[in-house]
T-cell receptor, first 113, second 114 residues
Framework: KAGVTQTPRYLIKTRGQQVTLSCSPISGHRSVSWYQQTPGQGLQFLFEYFSETQRNKGNFPGRFSGRQFSNSRSEMNVSTLELGDSALYLC????????????FGPGTRLTVT | SQQGEEDPQALSIQEGENATMNCSYKTSINNLQWYRQNSGRGLVHLILIRSNEREKHSGRLRVTLDTSKKSSSLLITASRAADTASYFCATDATSAGTASKLTFGTGTRLQVTL
């Protein structure tokens, strides 16, 4: 089976812009989660989607949003970018969510200038 | 916020030696997963151990879990240069079939030299 794919792999944006990142989970997996990784805060949970519904949300401002499509593919959007949003954004795919292994994609490296 | 701490923060060993990393966490969990991350890349899933398990093996990896002490350890035997990476533990306190939320430790940076 193909692994989790994320596009784009690298992105450079300017403060105030918005960005959309995409994630395609492993075939058959219905749960998609997003994480942000920064040197200062480490790996932090953003949100999780299952069957097109957000089931869980981390402690991030409303500028961070996401959605999931009927084929389980997911997108996350960050509006009004700030310098502090520069990070590696990782998507994780799981069969059903809780209690199952989470498999991560290669990530999208976002740089905000 | 981080669920737990990993110890040591950095570990340098020679090829062929064993590497042990420890992870402590704060709340009750349903499972704990270990991941490897090569510099700036995605996380590679290594092993999942459930709260009712005490030990699990996968190839050169051995993971233990002590829920009474809220701690886990990852042992890599006969290490290779290719094992050089950061290793993270991640806990999941959610229930089966429900929303998943992994809480990660701070990571251990492992350097294996020839």
């Amino acid at each position: 089976k193909a692994g989790v794919t994320q596009t784009p792999r690298y992105l450079i944006k300017t403060r105030g812009q918005q960005v959309t990142l995409s994630c395609s989970p492993i075939s058959g997996h219905r749960s998609v989660s997003w994480y942000q990784q920064t040197p200062g805060q480490g790996l932090q949970f953003l949100f999780e989607y299952f069957s097109e519904t957000q089931r869980n949300k981390g402690n991030f401002p409303g500028r961070f949003s996401g959605r999931q499509f009927s084929n389980s593919r997911s997108e996350m959007n960050v509006s009004t970018l700030e310098l502090g949003d520069s990070a590696l954004y990782l998507c994780a795919s799981s069969l059903l969510g809780g209690l199952y292994e989470q498999y991560f994609g290669p990530g999208t490296r976002l740089t905000v200038t | 916020s981080q669920q737990g701490e990993e110890d040591p923060q950095a570990l340098s060993i020679q090829e062929g030696e064993n590497a042990t990393m420890n992870c402590s966490y704060k709340t009750s969990i349903n499972n704990l997963q270990w991941y490897r991350q090569n510099s700036g890349r995605g996380l590679v899933h290594l092993i999942l151990i459930r709260s009712n398990e005490r030990e699990k093996h996968s190839g050169r990896l051995r993971v233990t879990l002590d829920t009474s002490k809220k701690s886990s350890s990852l042992l890599i035997t006969a290490s290779r240069a290719a094992d050089t990476a950061s290793y993270f533990c991640a806990t999941d306190a959610t229930s089966a079939g429900t929303a998943s939320k992994l809480t990660f430790g701070t990571g251990t940076r492992l350097q294996v030299t020839l």
